[in-house]
């Protein structure tokens, strides 16, 4: 039996709600405090190693903004944010900028119908991350094409910066199916009904 394709939001959260801290840019590309999101990556843990594997084996693409890319691009490089496993990634920008690392995983779409339409195709039946930032998460609710939140939660109070949930134009119902408590952070995962 073929597993249906899950898009799943794919993103880590401080405590009060915001994925990235103020004042994001070049020198901050989590804004102040922001980095702390991150550290549950490298952990160590059974839980995290658990985590990394449960998405990373039936990944086929994944999505991002811009901002998201541009902030990224000097850690990611031209493999991208799965590092050698080179899975595509999906780009919304109004333009492709001047840069493009050769040979790279990158394909930039206008907008997010066109990025859902070629992230469905590249990958191939596998599974869709869509990883930020919030406002293209957020587009990607508003248009009912995503399956799964999955959230990190990491346990500190940024006290300002982006939200995740901001700018939803209707309320949504959602099943939770994961629990996991790692060292630095709970996995949470909602199902979209």
């Known amino acids: 039996m073929n597993k249906k394709q899950v898009v799943s939001a794919v993103i880590s959260m401080s405590l009060d709600g915001y994925i990235a801290g103020e004042n994001v840019g070049a020198d901050e590309p989590l804004g102040v405090g922001g980095l702390s999101l991150h550290e549950w990556m490298v952990d160590g843990s059974a839980e995290t190693d658990k ?5 990373g084996a039936s990944l086929g693409a994944v ?5 998201t890319y541009d902030l ?6 031209e493999n991208g944010p799965t590092g050698e496993a080179r899975i595509p990634v999906i780009v919304i920008s109004d333009e492709e900028p001047d840069n493009i690392l050769p040979c790279a995983v990158y394909t930039f779409v206008k907008d997010e119908d066109a990025a859902f339409e070629t992230a469905k195709k590249v990958a191939q039946g596998k599974d869709i991350s869509v990883m930020g930032g919030a ?6 609710l508003n248009k009912n094409y995503i399956d799964e939140i999955q959230i990190q939660l990491i346990p500190i109070i940024l006290g300002g910066g982006k939200r995740l949930f901001d700018n939803m134009n209707k309320q949504m119902k959602l099943k939770p199916f994961k629990t996991l408590s790692s060292e630095n952070a709970i996995h949470l995962g909602f199902s979209v009904e």
């Open 135 to 140: 406002k293209t998460i957020q587009k990607f």
């Open 51 to 55: 985590v990394f594997a449960e998405s």
């Open 72 to 77: 990224s691009i000097p850690w990611w490089k």
């Open 63 to 67: 999505v991002c903004g811009r901002l």
